[in-house]
T-cell receptor, first 110, second 115 residues
Framework: SQQGEEDPQALSIQEGENATMNCSYK?????LQWYRQNSGRGLVHLIL?????REKHSGRLRVTLDTSKKSSSLLITASRAADTASYFC??????????FGQGTELSVKP | DTEVTQTPKHLVMGMTNKKSLKCEQH?????MYWYKQKAKKPPELMFV???????INESVPSRFSPECPNSSLLNLHLHALQPEDSALYLC??????????????FGEGSWLTVV
């Protein structure tokens, strides 16, 4: 079963621009986690935000969480070509399942 | 060290073969997970082990058989698979299952091709 939707499905920007990805989910959660996946590789953990937190930062990443709207966003500032990858949100449901959204394919052009 | 190690990286097997995928972590984590990912799709949860006991089975066909021999190791035994089972199989681990601060770490995956 899949928990959420991500939007947009694909995003193409120039280096230096900001990239924003959105994620919506359906059930109560313990936390929401964002991952990056380069083509054919494993998942790299980016950031975790707990259900009682509203915003977190890590380097060029900013994540927000709105539990009333059941949505989250990931902002990557000053993007680089190396940020080209698929980005997934994943919700850790109360019973301890991590369920992924459909993902956003980000392409950053040099 | 936040490393989850999976072997083999690539596996090709016939539909009558028996093979296994292996996963290892040395972070002292007590929850371990198997996910399956098809091309251009998100990972889908298959199994969760908590303290070496099977906690969640997402109605996975019995041709996939998980095993957790100890707290550091997780295996996925494969038998009589179908070509549609070809996918990237991802192992993951976390300190415990179902905790709000629970970062879940993934390995690089094992690419499985069933011929």
């Amino acid at each position: 079963s899949q928990q959420g939707e991500e939007d947009p499905q694909a995003l193409s920007i120039q280096e230096g621009e900001n990239a924003t990805m959105n994620c919506s989910y359906k059930t109560s959660i313990n936390n929401l986690q964002w991952y990056r996946q380069n083509s054919g590789r494993g998942l790299v953990h980016l950031i975790l935000i707990r259900s009682n937190e509203r915003e977190k930062h890590s380097g060029r990443l900013r994540v927000t969480l709105d539990t009333s709207k059941k949505s989250s966003s990931l902002l990557i500032t000053a993007s680089r070509a190396a940020d080209t990858a698929s980005y997934f949100c994943a919700t850790d449901e109360k019973q301890g399942k991590l369920i992924f959204g459909q993902g956003t394919e980000l392409s950053v052009k040099p | 060290d936040t490393e989850v190690t999976q072997t083999p990286k690539h596996l090709v097997m016939g539909m009558t073969n028996k093979k296994s995928l292996k996963c290892e972590q040395h972070m002292g984590h007590r929850a371990m997970y198997w996910y399956k990912q098809k091309a251009k799709k998100p990972p889908e949860l298959m199994f969760v082990y908590s303290y070496e006991k099977l906690s969640i089975n997402e109605s996975v066909p019995s041709r996939f058989s998980p095993e957790c021999p100890n707290s550091s190791l997780l295996n996925l035994h494969l038998h009589a698979l179908q070509p549609e089972d070809s996918a990237l199989y991802l192992c993951a681990s976390s300190q415990v299952q179902g905790f709000s601060g629970n970062t879940i770490y993934f390995g690089e995956g094992s690419w499985l091709t069933v011929v």
